[in-house]
């Protein structure tokens, strides 16, 4: 065949496939005939090729946003045609087409690239499944290359992501405090990001070329952080070989930033409170006062007034910290910001691996339902994570931790003692799906959904475990 076959849907199908372009590379006319109609059904533009050479030709005419490739083709190998695809339209999306008998050429095929597979004889229905997944897959990663644009333009307020109405009060209240000296009382839970904001003050303000010093109260034993804070002269304990400089000294003119200052000691409490009323500490040993100028940032995840009501944080050192408060709002608080947050750390993501992966519809659902404890840390590890296990171009919802998906009642794993049993997440994720279909009485299209993956996917795990189910 030398002229290029192509077609083209109608106007309402083409704005419903965002136009689309599908390559059908197959030796068969009857088998891209088949397949053309499926496609403008959903209003692909298609274009035919019946050997590798003439797809090569489509691709530089006219391109193609996804290519069917039969892995049995005349002249070059399957194997090779895909490497030829990728290395000419890297952006192109490919599903390998093979015999039912040849899968193990299907994944090596993923593992070199492809998106997916589907096994010959293979219905019209499950086509069409698989082609709706992949153009709701390449509408997402059209969606993510946006936000990303979106995020170099304007991402928030310094390094901080978000623009929910509740992150845009918090951006105002920065931009206040960014320009005051008075301290300033950092409230959030765990993850949401309390040195961010600590930073964006101090460096947004009139003292960004000055020194910014973070310190971990709840790190450090009591007798540390008096001596890290305070600093101390040569002989004042076992050890002190030599004077060395308080950080409240070192940090002149800048920032110092008591993160979790909550979890500190009572009487270290009053040196402190002494310390930014007075503008002077005592190193440890020394009966000498250093006048210092420094702005003290501090963030805790407790509540403050109940500790002060119970009698663990003085309540003079509150009022003193909580000139200024604001409030980082968790991120369930926030879910609109999610895609954002999550096109931000695939971004950085992908440039740290040299791979760029984007995320399925149905992990950012999971995604967007979850409740995220751990807040904008846990979304950042759980993404580290996902990309750290997954070997193809997408992450999908079988990527993700387990708290995401869910794991269906029966399963439950324990040891010989009748403890928890640590299991691989490959084990786990055969259990769920195993369990789900016994639970479904058989139901495999009804598992699917449930489970959140394509009914491609299912079939083809079904296979991998050798199960007749």
Known sequence: MNSIEASTPNQAQIEGANFLNLLIVDDERAIREACREVAQSLGFNTSGADSAEHAYRVLEAQGADVVLLDLKLPGAGGLEALHQIKERKPDAVVIVVTGYGTVQSAVQAMKNGAYDYVTKPFSM???????????????????????????KSKQGFGSIVGRAPEMEKLYRIIAKAAHSSHPVLILGESGTGKEMVARSIHFSGPFRDKPFIPVDCGSLVPTLIESELFGYVKGAFTGAVQSKE????????????????????????AKLLRAIQEKEIRPVGSTKRIVINVRILAATNRDLEQAVAQGTFRRDLYFRLNVLSLRIPPLRERRQDIPLLVGHFMERLSRSTGQERTISDDALKAMLAYDWPGNVRELENCLERACAFTTGPVIHLGDLPSPLHGVPGGISPVGIDGTAKIVPMAELEKLTILNTIAQLNGDKLLAARLLGIGKTTLYRKLKEYGSQE
């Open 125 to 151: 229905d499950e086509l069409k499944l698989l082609l709706e997944r992949v153009a709701g897959h390449l509408k997402l990663k059209t969606e993510n290359r946006m936000l990303r644009e979106k995020i």
């Open 246 to 269: 308080g950080l409240l000294a070192i940090a002149e003119g800048g920032t110092v930033f008591l993160d979790e200052v909550g979890e500190l000691p009572v009487d270290l409490q």
